[in-house]
């Protein structure tokens, strides 16, 4: 390895800064241990890489500080990188590919920690990706040591080997295990992800008290949480030997089964498991199959004297710079800015800032005053107006409005441009400095900022074609979620008239016609929870999207998901039987509620400023397919009524502007009105068919939960499709009881042919009214409420 500010590593030269950074305060790890970690392990964890996408979590400034995740390539990365182009949503995203020493350096560099890896590699040739190995993430609850995390593994062990695989234990460097296991035959990512499941939920059977498969934190306490969802598709595990962003620089470590047995096992430290390869070798030798680890490129990489020539210190040359847009709207005749003449010319300034990127800030009194942040890049000024200037809270965020490139000489323009030209009025350069690049992409830029007036790291992140996000991003450590909104529940609405309900006061919604979901992207783990607590992130694959249309945001979520018909309107029909028809549907998550941002409860505030954090947000899903914030209705509470009719709403929601967020809790401070009756029951039981109905099922029976029991409300025989009853008839089939479930005595010729089921179904009914013997009136089936259990009606 050469001295200097590069590394050369098996002929890659690597560009190396702030070697003596301490990234783990608690250790006084330093940034070279890092990288000279990631340089010794790179021969026993590249087999574990190869071929896989890597996500990286990176800890620029230390642990203690606040990380990212990283998917997409920086332009700033090697061209040696082997690359993988994957499809999310609207855009490919270009993972990197570990295939040498070097590559590991790199990340190191970069500060990148933490690398996660699918349990898939990139297939050939187009086809689907096919999972070659299993995993199971042992996650403890409150209060359970990693001993009882062995135990469980253990068990898991000798399932697999009964299934004929082999199973290879890992602690993960942060509380838990990851259990690995070797597919000879890849399988499809569902099909693991499938088995992981079924593993996962009988040991929960079996062994309730100590395990559980439920992510819900709720009931985590003194379990240890089998999480079997790491193995889908498009879900990441940290890699084997990979190091972990905690307070001290644990790994994923490899181990014995010998050693699972240690009253005193414990993670391990990155030097620890340096001297553990050194006598053993790699322990996952047999996990995964040997992998063509030359860089998938198809152009010829650079030689090691290019790159030498490349980093030497000599000037690089001018790029293309392309004013035509800044010239075309102003004319040099009448205007004393800048036009580009010394766009290239030498910046002067201290040893300080010589040969640094520079940014300027000017103010600008045109037609109403705005900010123009510009940032040096590639011969021109790259440019946002900003309204508000930059903010100075890591809770504001501001918006910014992408506009031309500049020329460079306007970083020093200071004077009036006349009245009636473009951008007519006084400008003066407000602050200016120079700048550190952390990452440049074509929807978001991360920069940390060195100027007399401003400081810090700010991250733009794009929301619509010229509308950016401008945000400050703490290098403090991030606040904590609060315990309440780790597992959220919703504020309800109570039943009351909004017709005479002022616009001053109140705000209206529409009422949407669906599931109401709380939506949690935290730390880049994205879920999605029922009002009753149900995790349904595997009901909605489609969503996860919208993970893509946050970025760097870390938010919590109020809304609804539904499915709109051919005509625009929501269906709650078409949403609960959308796996079992063939009608075109739209699914959409309809946003009317943020409960946290970036670190900052918004519980405490009124309904008026979670609302307007929301519309800032709202330019960020305007390309989304998925997510939307749909716009208030027009107040007061008569007018926002027939509006809701006139568009086929289920109703109104008004909110008091003041209101703050109630959890869990239904208030008169949210009121809602519906333009028709609907019910939950529970189904407990049904009549069979007759003529075309014959063969399936031909009415419902139909109750609602009371303290004495199920209390009989009647059945329902219509709203059903042929693939709902279909459906329905093989749901009810293995909830066959010999005694009706209902408290009371329902008469002979229904009870007659009943087919009693235990009451486990929550279904959705819409009716006219209810008759004098406490029976629905013209009900119409609407479909089942997956997001609902009985206790919850």
């Known amino acids: 390895m050469a001295g200097g500010e590069s590394l050369d590593v098996d002929g890659r030269r690597i560009p190396i800064t702030n ?27 590249l087999p574990h890489l190869a071929g896989r996408p890597i996500t990286r979590k990176r800890w620029p400034n230390g642990v203690e500080s606040m990380p990212f995740f990283e998917k997409d390539l920086p332009s700033s990365a090697p061209d040696w990188l082997a690359r993988f182009g994957e499809q ?92 690995y296991a070797r597919f000879d035959r890849p399988v499809s990512p ?44 498009s879900k990441t595990t940290l890699a084997p030997y990979s190091m972990r962003g905690r307070e001290q620089p644990w790994v994923a470590a490899p181990r014995s089964w010998g050693e699972l047995a240690d009253p005193d096992l414990a993670q391990l430290l990155f030097d620890e498991v340096l001297e553990r390869v050194e006598s053993d070798g790699d322990l996952l030798a047999d996990l995964d199959e040997p992998h063509d680890l030359a860089p998938a490129n ?70 109403r005053l705005h900010y123009d942040f510009r940032l040096e890049r590639d011969g021109v000024l790259v440019s946002w107006a900003v309204p508000k200037n930059l903010p100075d809270d890591p809770g504001q965020n501001r918006l910014a409005v992408h506009t031309e490139d500049h020329p460079m000489d306007y970083a020093d323009f200071e004077g009036d441009i006349p009245a009636g030209e473009y951008g007519g009025g006084h400008v003066e350069i ?88 709380l939506l949690r992207y935290i730390d880049g783990d994205f879920r999605l929870t029922s009002r009753s607590g149900i995790d349904m992130t595997a009901d909605f694959p489609e969503l996860r999207s919208i993970a893509d249309d946050l970025g760097l945001l870390d938010v919590v979520l109020d809304g609804e998901v539904v ?83 006139a568009q086929g709403y289920e109703g109104v929601v008004a909110k008091r502007r003041s209101s703050t967020y109630q959890q869990g809790r239904r208030t008169s401070q949210w009121l809602k009105h519906k333009n028709w009756s609907d019910i939950e029951v529970v189904v407990g039981g049904y009549r069979p068919g007759r003529g075309n109905r014959a063969h399936t099922i031909g009415s419902l029976l139909l109750g609602l939960p009371e303290d004495t029991g199920l209390r009989y409300v009647g059945r329902v025989g219509t709203g059903f499709t042929d693939a709902q009853l279909r459906a329905l008839a093989e749901e009810l089939e293995p909830l066959r009881i010999k005694r009706s479930p209902f408290v009371d005595k329902l008469d002979r010729p229904v009870s007659s042919s009943a087919v009693w089921v235990l009451p486990k179904i929550v279904g959705e009914v819409r009716f006219m009214d209810w008759t004098t013997t406490g029976h629905l009136r013209h009900p119409s089936w609407r479909g089942i409420r997956r997001d609902k259990l009985p206790g919850d009606l």
């Open 190 to 233: 569902e099909a693991a992800r499938t088995v992981a499941k079924q593993i996962a939920t009988s040991l929960a059977a079996a062994h309730p008290d100590d395990i559980t498969a439920t992510m819900a934190k709720s009931v985590r306490d003194r379990k240890v949480f089998i999480d079997w969802s790491q193995n889908s598709g």
């Open 563 to 645: 499915a709109l018909d051919a005509s625009g309107r929501t269906n709650f029909t078409l949403l609960s039987a959308r796996n079992n028809t063939e009608e075109d549907l739209t699914l959409k998550f309809y946003i009317f509620d943020i409960l946290y941002l970036n670190g900052t409860s918004l519980l405490r505030r009124p309904w008026s400023q979670r609302r307007e954090l929301l519309d800032e947000l709202a330019p960020a899903f305007a390309h989304s397919a998925f997510a939307e914030v749909p716009a208030l209705l027009p107040g007061p509470g008569r007018a926002a009524l027939e509006e809701s009719r």
């Open 298 to 367: 198809e152009e010829v990489p650079p030689t090691a004297q290019e790159l030498i020539e490349a980093t030497s210190n000599r000037p690089a040359p001018n790029p293309v710079v392309n004013l035509g847009e800044y010239r075309r709207k102003r004319d040099e005749s009448k205007t004393p800015e800048p036009f580009g003449d010394d766009a290239h010319r030498e910046r002067t300034g201290s040893d300080d800032t010589a040969g640094n990127p520079i940014f300027v800030i000017q103010e600008h009194h045109a037609r």
């Open 88 to 179: 999310h949503s609207t855009r490919v995203i270009t993972y990197p590919l570990a295939t040498s020493r070097a590559d590991l350096v790199w990340f190191g560099q970069m500060a990148a920690l933490e690398l996660h890896t699918p349990q898939w590699r990139v297939p050939a040739d187009g086809a689907a990706p096919k999972a070659d190995r299993l995993v199971l993430d042992l996650d403890p609850g409150p209060g359970v040591p990693l001993t009882q995390c062995a135990e469980v593994a253990l068990m898991i062990r000798d399932m697999l080997a009964a299934a004929g695989l082999t199973a290879f234990p890992v602690t993960s460097g942060g509380k838990g295990m990851h259990l």
């Open 430 to 517: 407000w602050d200016r400095g120079t700048y550190e690049t952390e990452k440049w992409r074509d929807n978001e830029v991360i920069v940390r900022l060195h100027g007399e007036r401003i400081q810090g790291r700010y991250a733009l992140i794009k929301t619509g074609d010229k509308n950016w996000l401008a945000h400050l991003m703490s290098d403090e450590p991030r606040p904590i979620l609060p315990d309440s909104l780790r597992d959220p529940r919703p504020m309800l609405a109570t039943d009351e008239s909004i017709e005479n309900l002022d616009g001053r006061d109140w705000a209206f919604e529409g009422k949407w016609d669906g599931y109401r979901i």
């Open 19 to 45: 070697l003596d950074k301490v990234l783990y305060p608690t250790t006084g790890t330093r940034k070279f241990e890092v990288i000279d970690y990631y340089s010794r392990i790179a021969e026993v964890m």
